[in-house]
């Protein structure tokens, strides 16, 4: 079974920037649909951004026009650019396949997901 393997969380400055990737330890068609999806403490998971096969890209509205969605493809990678990051984006980040369609949600294959704090 494909797994999904997300890199590049840590520690960074409110205003600072970190790039995540998401990576699949196999070839799948499904790769492409991806979600980035992140849950803090005490809050429930919530849908980030989202790429899908056609090459349309959804955002939520807290990270829209600080975050970017985009595929990699010589590295095979679906990154997240986080730019401007604030405290409140501190959580921890999955990405995922088979994203519904309002990338509320995912349906297919979860990654372990990597941890991003936003603190001074």
């Known amino acids: 079974q494909v797994q999904l393997v997300e890199s590049g969380g840590g520690l960074v400055r409110p205003g600072g920037s970190l790039r995540l990737s998401c990576a699949a330890s196999?070839?799948?068609?499904?790769?492409?649909?991806i979600g980035w999806f992140r849950q803090a403490p005490g809050r429930e998971r919530e849908g980030v951004s989202c790429?899908?096969?056609?090459?349309?890209?959804l955002y939520d509205g807290s990270v829209k026009g600080r975050f970017t969605i985009s595929r990699d493809n010589a590295r095979n990678t679906v990154d997240l650019q986080m730019n401007s990051v604030q405290p409140e984006d501190t959580a921890v980040y999955y990405c995922?396949?088979?994203?519904?369609?309002?990338?509320?949600?995912?349906?297919?294959?979860w990654g372990q997901g990597t941890q991003v704090t936003v603190s001074s």
């Open positions: 995922a396949t088979d994203p519904t369609i309002s990338c509320s949600d995912a349906y297919g294959t």
């Open positions: 196999e070839f799948t068609p499904d790769f492409q649909n």
């Open positions: 790429i899908y096969r056609d090459g349309s890209t």
